[in-house]
């Protein structure tokens, strides 16, 4: 009897519990109501293009008849994958993507934190502004465009290069659309011209973030402008660095499309070393119309960057745990 009426005690304590917690719990999602009102939109935009898009993974595995419909389809299994991994150019598309897209991550790693710390160096407000709009202007510029200007500067009737500066150095024009062993050193340096800018920004703001007394202390100690860049602003922006690097790796299967299909041209005097996953999965799709392959090219990309992203961020906390991403 006693017993019962200890347990009978217990639950009625803690309904009196549940009902002083209550509103103040309430009261606490309310006084930052105003920042998940703020959060909506985007959180609704993250699921719509992100996530619901997730469910058409299953066409991948999928025989598509459109006659039947997609779930109605008859199960291909991994045949679809088959495409990718059995023909001739698979070794060409994954080592072109691969190592591009690694050496993208380098060059404008390095290029866009050199710029970053040169621009934090500019006292003048004025010429600080207009120097960030200027690094910050290509990446604006639509990849058609700039498919244009490079084409300006390459053409072998009316470019830049083969009538103005060549002739100057006495160089006979070059055929740039037809001579492949150019282009591993032109779309780098379009892509830097392109994309550094962005990076540039966002090593720029962890720079301004890092308080000055850091360099003020380090100027008494006598350490020189080199020594407070490797002593002081590396180490402190290099969590920045890390995440930005680790987003990079995890679409290292991914390519800019636009940079490999719009800049050459679609020439296919360059296609050894301009093809890459995204470009050739295109050409498949336009000659051959098959949907289901596409797909799966995006899936195996999909797959590969989430795995690159947890082995990177795998050994990052290894080597320090607070530069991790997760």
Do not use: H
């Not at 009978?8 to 519990?17: L, N, P």
């Not at 690694?102 to 790693?109: D, E, P, R």
């Not at 830049?160 to 740039?176: R, V």
């Amino acid at each position: 009897m006693k017993q019962a009426e200890a347990v009978k005690r217990q639950s009625v304590a803690g309904k009196e519990r549940y009902r002083v917690t209550l509103p103040v719990r309430w009261k606490e999602y309310r006084k930052y109501s105003v920042l998940f009102l703020m959060m909506a939109p985007g959180l609704l935009y993250f699921i719509i293009n992100n996530y619901l898009p997730m469910f058409g993974m299953v066409i991948a595995f999928k025989d598509i008849n459109f006659a039947k419909g997609i779930l109605a389809s008859d199960w291909a299994g991994f045949k679809n994958f088959e495409y990718l991994f059995k023909t001739r150019d698979a070794w060409i598309i994954t080592r072109n993507t691969i190592l591009y897209n690694g050496s993208f991550i380098i060059i404008n790693l390095i290029a866009a934190l050199a710029v970053a710390i040169i621009l934090n160096e500019v006292r003048s407000k004025l010429l600080k502004k207009f120097y960030q709009s200027f690094i910050l202007l290509p990446y604006l510029i639509s990849m058609v465009i700039v498919g244009y200007l490079v084409y300006a500067m390459l053409s072998m009737e009316t470019g830049f290069l083969n009538k103005s500066l060549l002739p100057m150095l006495g160089i006979e024009p070059i055929a740039w659309y037809s001579e492949s062993k150019y282009w591993p050193f032109i779309l780098p340096l379009v892509n830097i011209w392109k994309t550094a800018g962005y990076l540039c920004i966002v090593y720029l703001a962890s720079i301004v973030g890092i308080d000055k007394e850091y360099y003020e202390a380090a100027t008494i100690d006598g350490a020189n402008k080199w020594q407070q860049i490797r002593s002081i602003t590396i180490p402190l922006i290099t969590p920045v660095i890390m995440i930005m690097t680790l987003l990079q790796i995890g679409r290292i299967f991914y390519s800019d499309f636009g940079l490999f299909y719009q800049v050459p041209l679609n020439s296919g005097a360059l296609l050894d070393t301009t093809n890459v996953i995204d470009t050739y999965v295109f050409r498949a799709l336009i000659n051959l119309g098959d949907i289901a392959m596409s797909s799966a090219a995006g899936v195996y990309q999909s797959i590969v960057g989430f795995a690159l992203v947890v082995v990177a961020n795998f050994i990052t906390r290894k080597i320090n745990k607070d530069n991790a991403l997760f």
